[in-house]
């Protein structure tokens, strides 16, 4: 009995052992890079156990505006602290007077510090050149200046950058199996979404040192400064906006308090984005599933009478546009007495300046009566549907997008809408089904502009090596597909000029400013209600200076009641800025809305 006892004992041992043994092997041979069910990579955790490193830079490229001005991130000088200096006998009083500040505060920084830091952090001391090189030739062991890369406190263009986050499946779903360091950041939405491939990092910049348990230097006191091996990455996008008028722009947005809506700038030489301003604004530090990740002005919206241009092209080529022709505009598009505008008998042009839906409700009847398509033809050669970002093939990705967020907007749903009368009646003034996003109507202003050339439209205009050498270029190229005459885009131009210099156009407001305006006013009903009021998305598009065109501008807000929330006096304060930062003069401040 009693030796049954001791082989069962000596049985227990050597299973324990065993079992000992088997997870030993598990930790340290087996499941090294992914322990437990949270995927838990042990040798990672290991070094950093035993390492403590201040991060220079994150290896993620870097946005820029057209002027090479950084975006996303800025790069400072500052002085780096490690916390084995308490440990040691430092020349803190020469580094304290190299810098200007005392030595105290330098010795009090490095006696609560746990990790090495940016001495001043959160707001570092910021060193000049000749500072750093004085403090780096005392070469004091964990005293460090360098150059060491932050994002900026405000980020120009927020929602067309995009935002970047920590996501391992999807690093996986996009790249497979290609090895990266851990928690390495991708581009979520944006800009840093559709050049993810260029941006990821391929390394990080860090100083690093080894510690024993009670953070001591395991090695001695040596810091080691770990770079990517390729010197041409992090690489840069140079992108089309203007940083200053970005900035400019934003503020005239907030001024005006639009909540939901923005602004849209394009070069129209160019056809570049210079200014995109959305709102809301991103949540700090609460970007994912807020509604401000969102660029509205990529995203479709019901545009109303703005998408009566459409209805005018399709009519001027149809000759529907008869001067002689007049409509009764004292009348809804139902033919019910219209008793908010009371406008009488008026032709094609004046019908197109107050912009009268009877007049647009009509022609797109008969105009979808000659071909159930016509609409969603002339809206596709005007660039309001599609897509308009730029797209090509460059290296190995074909069909590559800048814009991978923008909807393609649409006129129709389904044949039969196509052709219901009614249905063809509302689409005509931009209502029912009609959807198109506020950067394709700037694109069909500029388009319009320029003659009837359409043109995609780009946001970021090269890929640059980190030394400034570029990449790869976007060159400017037209959009596939039909377009307008040179001849209908004349006379486009001259009905968009008539909205405003016409005593009773809805752009009437603009005929002083200081660069003359052509342009489309638009506001849709969206069939939304909050306060037994129904919400309207209120628009105008158009383009300046009219004689020699450079910029097509649409300002829209969303969501508002009919009687508030109007764009006119946005729109015009945007005119006036930009002509002010042309002239090297100062704005004015913004008129209210």
């Known amino acids: 009995m009693r030796k049954n006892r001791l082989m069962v004992w000596i049985s227990i041992c050597i299973m324990g052992m065993c079992m000992l043994m088997f997870r030993l092997a598990q930790l340290q041979l087996i499941d090294t890079e992914s322990f437990s069910k949270h995927g838990i990579n042990l040798i990672e955790a ?13 290896g993620r490229g870097n946005f820029l505006d057209r002027s090479g001005k950084p975006l996303s991130y800025e790069t400072s000088s500052v002085l780096v602290l490690f916390p084995f200096l308490k440990k040691m006998d430092w020349q803190a009083e020469k580094v304290a007077q190299t810098i200007g500040v005392s030595p105290e505060s330098l010795k009090y920084a490095v006696e609560k510090s746990k990790e090495p830091f940016a001495y001043g952090t959160p707001d570092p001391v910021i060193l000049t050149r000749s500072q750093m090189d004085a403090i780096n030739e005392m070469e004091i062991p964990g005293v460090f200046a360098v150059e060491r890369k932050y994002p900026l406190e405000r980020i120009p263009a927020a929602q067309l950058l995009g935002i970047i986050g920590e996501n391992d499946g999807e690093l996986k779903t996009r790249y497979g ?20 491939e260029f941006l990821v990092a391929e390394g990080k910049s860090k100083l690093v040192y080894h510690v024993d348990g009670e ?26 906006i203007d940083k200053n008028l970005q900035l400019i722009m934003e503020d005239m947005v907030d001024r005006h ?7 849209v700038l ?3 030489e160019t056809n570049s984005i210079l200014s995109m301003v959305s709102r809301p604004v991103i949540t700090k530090g609460k970007p994912f599933g807020d509604k401000g990740i969102e660029n509205m002005m990529v995203k479709q919206h019901i545009p109303g009478s703005v998408f009566k241009t459409v209805v005018a092209a399709a009519a001027i080529d149809h000759g529907l546009d008869d001067p002689a022709r007049l409509f009764d505009c004292s009348k809804k598009i139902n033919g019910d007495p219209d008793p908010k505008y009371d406008h009488g008998m008026l032709n094609f042009s004046d019908s197109f300046a107050v912009s009268c839906n009877r007049t647009f409700g009509e022609v797109a009847r008969e105009l979808q009566e000659k071909d159930p398509h016509i609409l969603e033809k002339y809206a596709e050669m005007l660039s309001l549907t599609g897509g308009v970002g730029w797209r090509g093939d460059i290296f190995h990705l074909e069909d590559f997008n800048q814009l991978q967020d923008e909807e393609k907007g649409r006129v129709f749903l389904s044949d039969e809408a196509r052709k219901d009368r009614n249905f063809s009646a509302l689409s005509g003034i931009g209502q029912h089904e009609v959807r198109t996003s506020p950067l394709a109507v700037a694109n069909m202003m500029a388009t319009i502009a320029r003659g009837g050339q359409k043109e995609m439209v780009r946001a970021v205009l090269s890929v640059q090596y980190q030394n400034g050498s570029k990449m790869t270029e976007f060159s400017e190229d037209r959009l596939k597909g039909q377009k307008i005459s040179s001849i209908t885009a004349m006379k486009l131009q ?3 000029r008539e909205v405003v210099i016409n005593e009773d156009g809805t752009g009437r407001w603009f005929r002083d400013l200081p660069y003359a305006v052509a342009g489309k006013s638009g506001t849709a009903e969206t069939g939304i209600y909050k306060d037994k009021k129904q919400l309207h998305n209120k628009w105008f598009a158009g383009y300046f200076p009219y004689e ?31 002509y002010n930062y042309n002239h090297g003069s100062v704005a004015e401040g913004p008129e209210s809305n």
């Open 494 to 496: 001259k009905l968009l």
């Open 215 to 240: 953070g001591a230097p395991l090695f001695g006191i040596n810091v080691k400064y770990i770079e990517p091996a390729n010197p041409f990455y992090p690489i840069n996008l140079q992108t089309s």
């Open 257 to 263: 308090k639009i909540s939901n809506g923005g602004i």
């Open 548 to 578: 020699n065109p450079k910029y097509a501008l649409v300002a829209i807000n969303l969501g508002v009641p009919e009687d508030e929330g109007g764009v006119n006096l946005l729109f015009a304060d945007i005119v006036k800025e930009v």
């Open 46 to 58: 290991s070094v950093k156990q035993r390492s403590q490193e201040m991060i220079v830079d994150n």
């Open 177 to 196: 199996d290609k090895e990266f360091l851990p928690r390495t950041l991708i581009g979520l939405s944006g800009l840093e979404k559709s050049f993810d």
């Open 266 to 268: 394009l070069d129209i």
